[in-house]
């Protein structure tokens, strides 16, 4: 009776939070869209120029947020290509060839990184880029470069823990059938482990994309600014939603620019989802590849 008890009262209160979560986030999106929705039209993304101008990079944009819709992109695709690779090894390495003491010291490390405020990584890309200008080139300081390494470091954590997770979570069945057939661990590890990890692996990479995006500490420490234009190579300055948000919300001068700050937010979530569902049909595509193939 008590455990039956217990049990509908641990139900109950799963629905109330689940349901208190909810009502918070549409809250806030229904909030910003309430005051942002007006301000959403082709000129808060391209200004006086023309879309197809800008879009085939004939013209600048001066007025719009086409230049940090594009460095944002820009930013969240080049951390990721730095961050998956390292995380997946190193996912690997923990689950599959790392030692229990090894293990411990390493998840221990990566728990410090993981829990480690962005200001700090931000910080290290500064100092970073300071060590570079000085050492190596006077060409070289905060820039698209540093900012996307920052933030690989950042994100880090997120594409390890869940690579070994998944790696972890195969059943020993599974994990045993190609040894038994003759194949070496680098095979069984390649050929069997990985693809029965893809959807495990590619939601640590669609947490990383959401933290790449939308954070803004490490890139104004490291290369973002508020008038840069399109990012014209990995050592140059560039624009960034979350800084112009950040920088407009602190520094407007009239209710149209905070509009434009409002607007600016509700583009950054699109250009979010845009990437979630990118990464989510990557997933779904190598799950049905692996899974189907004849």
């Known amino acids: ?7 509908n009262f641990t139900v109950v209160f799963a629905w109330l939070a689940g349901l208190v979560l ?3 986030v549409s809250l806030l999106l229904g909030y910003l869209f309430f005051k942002g929705h007006a301000s959403l039209n082709l000129s808060l993304i391209f200004g006086d120029t023309p879309p197809l101008q800008a879009l085939l990079l004939k013209q600048r944009v001066f007025e719009g947020l086409f230049p940090a819709v594009a460095g944002t992109f820009v930013l969240v695709v080049l951390s990721i290509a730095w961050a998956i690779p390292f995380g997946i090894a190193t996912g690997i390495y923990l689950a599959e060839y790392a030692g229990p003491r090894v293990k411990r010291v390493l998840d221990a ?4 990184l993981s829990g480690m405020p962005s200001i700090v990584i931000g910080l290290f890309g500064f100092s970073f880029a300071v060590f570079l200008h000085k050492h190596y080139s006077d060409r070289i300081g905060p820039c698209l470069l540093i900012s996307s390494i920052a933030l690989s470091f950042l994100v880090l954590p997120y594409i390890i823990r869940t690579t070994q997770a998944a790696l972890e979570g195969i059943p020993l069945n599974i994990r045993l059938t190609a040894l038994a057939l003759g194949a070496t661990r680098l095979q069984n590890i390649f050929l069997v482990l990985i693809p029965r990890s893809v959807s495990g692996i590619m939601s640590g990479i669609i947490l990383a994309i959401g933290r790449c995006a939308e954070d803004t500490a490490v890139i104004m420490l490291t290369g973002a600014v508020a008038s840069a234009g399109l990012p014209r190579s990995l050592f140059s300055q560039y624009e960034a939603l979350p800084f112009f948000i950040y920088y407009i919300s602190s520094q407007y001068a009239d209710s149209e620019e905070l509009m434009q700050g ?3 937010s509700i583009v950054l979530l699109f250009l979010c989802a845009l990437l979630f569902v990118t990464a989510y049909g990557i997933r779904k595509g190598l799950s049905h590849f692996v899974f189907y193939r004849p």
Request: overall charge neutral; cysteine-free.
């Open 1 to 7: 009776m008590k455990t039956r008890i217990l049990e």
């Open 262 to 264: 409002y607007g600016a």
């Open 109 to 112: 490390l990566f728990d410090v």
């Open 22 to 24: 909810l009502s918070g």
